[in-house]
């Protein structure tokens, strides 16, 4: 139940459908042709901002529900008395597995929206909403990568896939996975997801072709 509740609510195109509703366009038609916050930016970055925060907030919504209905609350205890101090963020092994797989699920259906034939995004947005539930500390460490590298070199790709790479050994060190191994190597395994997502971006950066951010073709390859 955990896996398809949290399949469906990743699932969700708000890119999509913000594009669809506000402009009456079709936001895969243009761009880059992902339904993420950096392509729907270029047809207005309110609606930008606005697809970032909806795809972060349904990564979190999907663990929020897979921590209420894990089974050591969901047979346990009743809603209305579960010990929302302890289990956000997740702090105990007994929940950290469950919330990880919420997490994992959440980001497979932002890839592979089956209400869009599986033709999605990146996933990046949707794990960084998940994550800080489960790991604050090593996502802020993580997003601090990004924007590192992003000043210095000035590739946004690199920038997400070095963050991305870093978060589940940031997790390890700071022991941010509730001594968890199961919950350790599901995050691990989004993780590599999302980077096995950016294989377009991997190919340019080797071939040196991939465009530094403030040219008009990285924003639309980068996401």
Request: proline share 7%; hydrophobic share 55%.
């Amino acid at each position: 139940m955990i896996a398809v509740i949290s399949y469906l609510l990743g699932s969700i195109p708000f890119g999509y459908v913000l594009v669809r509703l506000l402009r009456g366009e079709d936001v895969r038609l243009t761009g880059s042709g992902n339904i993420g916050a950096t392509n729907v930016s270029r047809k207005s970055p309110a609606l930008g901002v606005m697809t970032l925060l909806l795809d972060a907030l349904k990564g979190s919504a999907a663990v929020a529900v897979g921590m209420i209905l894990s089974p050591p609350l969901f047979e346990r205890i009743p809603i209305p008395h579960i010990p929302w101090r302890y289990i956000l963020p997740v702090s105990s092994p007994d929940f950290a597995p469950w919330a990880a797989l919420a997490a994992l699920f959440a980001v497979l259906g932002h890839m592979f929206p089956i209400w869009l034939k599986f033709r999605g995004g990146k996933g990046v947005a949707t794990a960084l909403g998940a994550f800080i539930l489960i790991a604050p500390k090593s996502v802020l460490l993580s997003a601090a990568v990004f924007f590192a590298l992003v000043l210095a070199l000035r590739y946004v790709s690199l920038g997400s896939i070095a963050a991305v790479a870093a978060f589940p050994n940031l997790a390890l060190l700071l022991h941010e996975y509730a001594n968890s191994p199961p919950a350790l190597a599901l995050m691990s395994f989004t993780s590599v997801l999302i980077i096995l997502k950016h294989h377009a971006n991997i190919r340019r950066l080797l071939a040196g072709s991939e465009n530094r951010f403030g040219m008009k073709s990285e924003l639309t390859r980068s996401k």
